[in-house]
C-alpha cells in the first residue's frame, strides 16, 4: 500500500507545482503592456475607438496598451498576426465585422486563420452604415443619385474600404438597378477622401469614419442603412424611406484573444471593457457618432460571434458577389 501510495503523493505535488506558476501568472495578468492589433489604418472607426478603448484599460488594468495598426487585405493581415501570437492575453485583436464574419464568406479557406482561431472576449460598439457623397455634387438624396446613375450607366463608381463597405456597395447597386463598379481600397477613409476629391462617386461608411468630413462640411449623408436615422444626420433618411426595404447593414467592432487564452484573463479582460464602455470618453465618442455599446459578457459575446458569422454568410449570398474560392 505504502508503495503505490507515495507515487500517487508525487504525481499530485508534482502537478500542483505545474499549476501554479500558471495560476500566478493568470493573477499577476497583466505583469507587462498589452498589444492591441488594429486591422485597418489610423483614423477610421475601429482605430478611433480602440485609441480610447486602450486609454481606458491602461488606467483599469494598470499597464500599458499599445495599438498597432496593421491594414491591409481587407484586415487579414492584422487577423493573422493577431491568431498566431501565444494565447496569454498580451496580444488582442479588434475585429470587425468584416475580419471576424464577412471575410470568412468572401475568402473560404484562404485567410491564413477561421473562427476556431480566437476566443472572442468582448463586444464593443456597432454603427449602421451611410451612403455618402461629396457636398460639392447635386444629389440630396438616393433618388437622386439613383436616377442620375441610370441616365449616365457605366460613369458611377463606389468606393469601398473594408468587406462590410464592399457587400454594402453590391447589394445597393443590385436593388438600385444601376451599373456602379466598386473601387476597393485599405480603409473607409482612403474612399471618403476621394469621394471628397471626385475620384468616386460615392462611398459607404459609418458615420465615426465619416465624422471629421461631415464636421468640415466635405461630405454629405443621404441614405441611412438602418431602421432608424442617425442623430448625427438627421436630415438623411433611411434606405426604407427611399424605397429601399430590406436595406440595413451594421458594423461592429468587437476584441479578440488568440484562441486557448486562459478563461480567467479573458474574463478580466472582459470585465475592464465593459467598464470602459461606460467611461466619459467612450460615451461622448458614441454620441458624436451616432454609435452604440455591443457590452456583453462572455457567455454572450461568444454568442454574438457565432451568429455574426452566420449572417454575414448570408449577406455576402444575397449581395451577388462571388467569394474567392
Given amino acids: 500500500m505504502r508503495r503505490t501510495a507515495l507515487p500517487r503523493c508525487l504525481l499530485a505535488a508534482t502537478a500542483a507545482a505545474t499549476?501554479?506558476?500558471a495560476i500566478q501568472a493568470q493573477d499577476a495578468y497583466p505583469s507587462r503592456p498589452i498589444t492591441m492589433v488594429v486591422p485597418f489604418a489610423a483614423g477610421s472607426g475601429t482605430d478611433i475607438g480602440t485609441r480610447i478603448l486602450a486609454k481606458d484599460l491602461t488606467a483599469l488594468l494598470g499597464a500599458t496598451v499599445i495599438v498597432e495598426n496593421k491594414p491591409g487585405a481587407n484586415g487579414a493581415i492584422a487577423a493573422q498576426a493577431a491568431a498566431r501570437a501565444?494565447?496569454?492575453g498580451y496580444t488582442l485583436l479588434v475585429g470587425s465585422a468584416t475580419t471576424n464574419a464577412a471575410n470568412f464568406a468572401f475568402f473560404p479557406g484562404k485567410l491564413g486563420y477561421e473562427p476556431a482561431s480566437f476566443d472572442?472576449?468582448?463586444g464593443l460598439g456597432g454603427s449602421a452604415i451611410s451612403?455618402?457623397?461629396?457636398a460639392s455634387s447635386p444629389w440630396k438624396t438616393i433618388v437622386e443619385l439613383v436616377a442620375d446613375a441610370r441616365r449616365q450607366p457605366g460613369k458611377f463608381n463606389c468606393g469601398s474600404g473594408n468587406a462590410v463597405t464592399q457587400v454594402a456597395c453590391e447589394v445597393f447597386r443590385k436593388q438600385a438597378g444601376i451599373e456602379a463598379v466598386n473601387v476597393p481600397y485599405k480603409s473607409n477613409p482612403q474612399s471618403l477622401t476621394d469621394v471628397v476629391g471626385g475620384q468616386v462617386s460615392f462611398a459607404f461608411a459609418d458615420a465615426s469614419v465619416a465624422q471629421v468630413f461631415l464636421e468640415g462640411k466635405r461630405l454629405r449623408a443621404i441614405g441611412v442603412a438602418a431602421a432608424q436615422r442617425n442623430p448625427v444626420t438627421p436630415d438623411a433618411a433611411t434606405f426604407k424611406e427611399q424605397?429601399?426595404?430590406d436595406f440595413e447593414i451594421t458594423a461592429w467592432t468587437a476584441v479578440f484573444a488568440p484562441a486557448g487564452t486562459p478563461v480567467p484573463i479573458v474574463e478580466k479582460l472582459n470585465a475592464a471593457i465593459r467598464k470602459s464602455a461606460d467611461s466619459p470618453e467612450s460615451v461622448a465618442s458614441r454620441t458624436r457618432s451616432g454609435s452604440?455599446?455591443?457590452n456583453l459578457d462572455v457567455p454572450e459575446a461568444r454568442r454574438f460571434a457565432a451568429n455574426e458569422v452566420a449572417r454575414w454568410a448570408r449577406y455576402v449570398k444575397d449581395s451577388?458577389?462571388?467569394?474567392?474560392?
Fill in 243 to 245: 424605397g429601399f426595404a
Fill in 86 to 88: 501565444k494565447p496569454d
Fill in 120 to 122: 472572442i472576449v468582448s
Fill in 131 to 134: 451612403l455618402y457623397v461629396a
Fill in 320 to 325: 451577388g458577389v462571388k467569394p474567392e474560392q
Fill in 292 to 294: 452604440f455599446a455591443i
Fill in 19 to 21: 499549476l501554479t506558476p
